[in-house]
């Protein structure tokens, strides 16, 4: 599949678990800011982000699926 | 001969003395536990606990989270935890910048500036681990960030033991237990008008200053009796839980001495053992929701308009979640399912980071303090309160 990183700014509060998994998407600035590195999930990223969107305590990430 | 149904009254000895032996069999036989008593249901299986965290359009906090509170009439005070999207995120955007891992860090200091403390006043012989050390601390920390001034930073922990305990057969407050709610609220809201007179670098010094968008749209700033009331409750949401996380593992890992020795041996252990600790035995059991639809699972309808518990201390402990979900392991793979000790979804922990700094340090420093030590099993008590369980008093030996 492919799809985009949708991340819920209103709900993200830096807990960083996502940072933690997979740095090369998600990353804290230091003001503590979330930025997504690159929104496309790949095959060979799908995994971790998947994980990362099951791990947040925030459930602040979504996967935005197209066909 | 049928087995006898399994029976959970979240305000019996039975449960108070030993709820993971209910939990089990309430995921085995009842999934959707009712009870006909209480007129309430329960979730205990990690799947269905964790969906029903995500899911407040269905299991709302809007009439309280405990259960006396969504059977009342009148329902509760306004307050963030007994909120529902948007007014929640809200409130809740207040407070959150102070709490990110990143924030906290500047509460280190004071972390173990105080944990050094109420260590060295400690007799190694005979010192009771919660009333001496896991009790004091916290409340400090917490209450200083929000802007108690120090001679009310223990009255502050008294107050909230009192008001949460719970005699057995009894849903609501103890009389002491009301009167120690007025006195706590009561001298919030004194001083939320004092500081509002005369602001403090605080977070009610900033509740104070904040504005937020009303009900009709108007932006509009907080009444004194809403910041007495979120003051409140970050005050014992925060001071009361690590207490308890950390006097049970205290005596989890008297009862497990090889995991204890595996952190001795390696300190950069200690934060994954935090986790096991707040999983294996956590201090926040339950929170209740309220349905506002139906909610169908296992072929049981919930109907709307009823108390569902969701048992987080259960769900932590769910066999079909975690391998060997019954033993305590602080090498366990901690990506076979979500933690849920800290809840999940929008209402999970605000204050996550600063109870795992706090118990990070107080675990490292217990390390050094009684690398042995041994309990003094006549001595547990635990305490009979509700949604938190733990003990009361933790009596321990140093050994040498």
């Known amino acids: 599949m492919t799809g985009k990183i949708v991340v819920d700014f209103g709900l993200c509060e830096s807990n960083g678990i996502c940072m933690g998994i997979i740095p090369e998407v998600f990353d804290l600035d230091d003001e503590d800011y979330l930025h997504v590195l690159s929104d496309d999930v790949t095959p060979e990223n799908e995994q971790q982000i998947r994980e990362a969107v099951r791990q947040c305590p925030r459930q602040a990430i979504s996967i935005e699926e197209s066909s | ?400």
């Open chain 2, 1 to 400: 001969m049928t087995k006898p149904q399994v029976v959970f009254d979240p305000f019996s000895d039975a449960y108070f003395n030993d709820p993971y032996e209910i939990y089990l069999r309430m995921q085995d036989d009842a999934p959707v536990y009712y009870s006909e008593e209480f007129d309430f249901y329960a979730l205990t299986r990690h799947a269905d606990v964790a969906a029903a965290l995500k899911d407040h359009e269905t299991y709302s906090s809007t009439r309280g989270c405990d259960l006396a509170m969504v059977q009342s009439e009148e329902g509760p005070q306004k307050s963030i935890i007994f909120m529902d999207p948007p007014e929640h995120r809200v409130l809740r955007s207040l407070v959150n910048k102070a709490f990110t891992p990143r924030a906290i860090q500047s509460q280190r200091e004071t972390v173990e500036q105080l944990v050094d403390h109420y260590l060295a006043q400690v007799d190694p012989d005979n010192f009771d681990v919660i009333q001496d050390f896991s009790g004091p601390f916290p409340v400090e920390v917490i209450t200083r960030m929000a802007g108690v001034p120090e001679e009310y930073r223990q009255q502050v922990r008294h107050w909230i033991d009192t008001s949460l305990t719970r005699e057995p057969g009894n849903i609501g407050y103890t009389e002491a237990g009301m009167q120690a709610a007025i006195d706590s609220g009561m001298y919030y809201y004194k001083l939320a008008q004092e500081r509002r007179a005369n602001p403090q670098d605080d977070m009610i010094s900033r509740l104070i200053a904040a504005e937020i968008v009303g009900e009709d749209g108007q932006p509009r700033k907080l009444d004194d009796i809403e910041i007495a009331g979120f003051t409140s409750l970050l005050g014992g949401a925060g001071a009361e839980t690590v207490t308890k996380l950390v006097g049970s593992a205290v005596v989890t890992f008297a009862k497990n001495p090889e995991q204890w020795q595996m952190l001795l041996d390696d300190r950069s252990k200690v934060p994954a053992a935090v986790e096991e600790m707040l999983r294996f035995d956590g201090p926040v059991h339950y929170n209740v929701r309220f349905t506002l639809k139906d909610a169908q699972l296992h072929g049981t309808t919930i109907p709307a308009g009823k108390p569902v518990f969701l048992m987080k201390a259960a769900a932590n402990r769910d066999p079909r979640a975690f391998t060997d979900a019954h033993v305590f392991n602080i090498d366990r793979d901690r990506t076979e399912a979500q933690n849920l000790g800290f809840g999940y979804g929008i209402h999970s922990c605000l204050g996550a980071a600063l109870a795992r700094l706090e118990t990070t340090i107080a675990v490292e420093r217990l390390l050094d303090f009684m690398p042995r030590y041994e309990v003094n099993w006549d001595g547990l008590e635990k305490v009979h309160m509700q949604n938190v369980a733990g003990y009361h008093h933790v009596p321990v030996k140093v050994l040498r």
